[in-house]
């Protein structure tokens, strides 16, 4: 059974960093996957964040985050990560990671950051 | 960039009615278009990709339609339990999009 459990968020003053955690089970990271996180502002929509390739070769991101946050994973951990650094008031949301195969067919529960001094 | 606008952002409607949920792209992207549901305070849940293959599990009442730039996904006959906000995303590498639709809030009337 597929899971994927979100961790890492929490109230961070603006500036500061946060780091979240995804940790996979029931599918191996590496196999064929490109990972996602997307985000969820309240009582706003899905906005994709970041991409990585399953085999890390390949990370984009939204122009909202360029320059600030870095996807990154580990397969020997089957764990994906999203390092946040410079966080802004406008990034406090409900953090999802997801995995992509056609389209995302599993997410996590989310981790909520809050941005705020 | 290439953008999405979903209409309309609201709807109400009554149980067995037809309801039909629009995403429009700002250029052509075949076929890589999927839907998703979100229930109030829950997960969203993927329910139709590559623009019209129904996900396993889905119920038959949902379909999707179209290709390149416009594109539509249709409930046959609302339920009560499909009172939720849908998402059109583009999900394609070459050109890398992963943009989501505005939403559409769908309500009971």
């Known amino acids: 059974q597929v899971q994927l459990v979100e961790s890492g968020g929490g109230v961070v003053q603006p500036g500061r960093s946060l780091r979240l955690s995804c940790a996979a089970s029931?599918?191996?990271?590496?196999?064929?996957?490109?990972m996602h996180w997307v985000r969820q502002a309240p009582g706003k929509g899905l906005e994709w964040v970041a991409v990585i390739w399953y085999d890390g070769s390949k990370k984009y991101y939204a122009d909202s985050v360029k320059g600030r946050f870095t996807i990154s994973r580990d397969n020997s951990k089957n764990t994906l990560y999203l390092q946040m650094n410079s966080l802004r008031a406008e990034d406090t949301a409900l953090y999802y990671c997801?995995?992509?195969?056609?389209?995302?067919?599993?997410w996590g529960q989310g981790t909520v950051v809050t941005v705020s001094s | 960039d290439i953008q999405m606008t979903q209409s309309p952002s609201s709807l109400s409607a009554s149980v067995g009615d037809r309801v039909t949920i629009t995403c429009r792209a700002s250029q052509g992207i075949s076929n890589y278009l999927a839907w998703y549901q979100q229930k109030p305070g829950k997960v969203p849940n993927l329910l139709i990709y590559?623009?019209?293959t129904l996900q396993s599990g889905v119920p038959s009442r949902f379909s999707g339609s179209g290709s390149g730039t416009d594109f539509t996904l249709t409930i046959s006959s609302l339920q009560p339990e499909d009172v939720a906000t849908y998402y059109c995303q583009i999900y394609s590498s070459a050109p890398p999009t992963w943009t989501f639709g505005q939403g559409t809030k769908v309500e009971i009337k």
């Open positions: 029931g599918f191996t990271l590496s196999n064929s996957y490109h």
């Open positions: 997801a995995r992509q195969y056609r389209g995302y067919d599993s």
């Open positions: 590559a623009a019209s």
